[in-house]
């Protein structure tokens, strides 16, 4: 299952500390400058998150979807300071699958088979019409 699109202004949170300080996170500040989810531009692996430490970056995203060939960032993705993205557009969903697995040659030889035998049933179909 998918998770929601994360994109400028969602939120994620913070675990570190400088010093005593905790870093708390904050919002995605950059994203797609043309792709745009819910009317905002689309977060992505290597795009700035806003904390209260030095600069955060968004660490992860999907390994099946890729925004401007960045893997697109969603819900639960992580930080380069060890958080997490705590929101995201729940109306679009960013899965981590490709297109699904290669048939076997065993498939492939029986789907040529089933070509080859509807291919004759017409010829002779056309044939016998004739």
Known sequence: MGKPAARVTDM???P???GKIPHVGGPIVTGSP???IGGLPAARAGDTVACVGPPDKIASGSSGVLINGKPAARLG???A???KIVGGCSTVLIGDGGGGKALSQGAIDFMHAQKAQMR???EAATRKAA
């Open 120 to 122: 004759a049933e017409v």
């Open 16 to 18: 570190k500390k400088t």
């Open 81 to 83: 300071h060890g958080g």
């Open 12 to 14: 994620h949170v913070c």
């Open 34 to 36: 043309d792709v745009l």
């Open 77 to 79: 993705d992580s930080t």
